[in-house]
């Protein structure tokens, strides 16, 4: 993994062309105790000069509302605030960078270099539960004709076991299986975030008042 100190990148999707990622790390100087709402408003100029420092405007910087279900929008055009009663977007719009607030669930990963299809999801205990990673990849099938045969996926740090009772990383790999994604192509960190709270915000390890990492996933070209 490539790491900054303020964000870090995977190997895996770096080696995909046509695409660009981050993965937004604890910054040190932004005080995130408080409630959620708090901490995105503090957090949202700098995630969002993240995505400018990628490559993107400002504007094309879209982000799902989140409430821990299983509903993924098919995004073809920026939109101006969160997508509603969703927590995983698709698109394969060149331009377009796509996001994902974690702090303890997973952010998974979606690219596919042949059809130009890429998508992040937001996969939590509930997430995993209802198979979120399996709805978007049929979404990138039913909308842009990806084959999971090309798809590539990457989870992000997360909580694991002992820290959380639920392995969802492990359920959302074999989702990505089930759905027909090669082995050689599904990719996990390994990184449990409640383990490292000088890089990582764990919202169990701090009771719910913390920041939030921001997943980040573009395509350029």
């Known amino acids: 993994m490539s790491d900054n100190q303020l964000w870090m990148t995977f190997p895996t999707l770096a080696a995909v062309p046509g695409f660009t990622h981050r993965f937004t790390l604890r910054h040190p100087d932004i005080a995130v105790d408080e409630e959620r709402a708090v901490v995105v408003a503090r957090l949202w100029e700098w995630h969002r000069a993240q995505a400018e420092e990628m490559g993107f ?31 995983g977007i698709v698109s394969n719009t060149p331009g377009l960078v796509i996001g994902i607030y974690v702090a303890d669930c997973c952010a998974v990963y979606l690219v596919d270099p042949r059809t130009g299809a890429f998508g992040i999801v937001h996969s939590g205990k509930k997430g995993s539960e209802m198979g979120i990673t399996t709805q978007a990849i049929e979404k990138m099938q039913q ?7 090309d798809v590539h996926v990457q989870l992000s740090p997360c909580i694991r076991p002992p820290a959380y009772e639920i392995d969802f990383a492990a359920q959302i790999r074999q989702q990505a299986r089930d759905a027909g994604v090669p082995e050689a192509q599904i990719h996990d960190t390994g990184l449990c975030t409640s383990l490292d709270l000088h890089r990582f915000y764990s919202y169990r390890m701090e009771k719910g008042r913390t920041g939030r990492m921001l997943a980040l996933l573009g395509r350029t070209a």
């Open 143 to 149: 909308h842009f004709g990806s084959d999971p045969a």
């Open 57 to 87: 405007s400002g504007s094309a910087l879209c982000i799902a509302e989140q409430v821990h279900g299983k509903e993924v929008a098919v995004l073809t055009e920026p939109t101006s605030s969160a997508i509603a009663g969703t927590d």
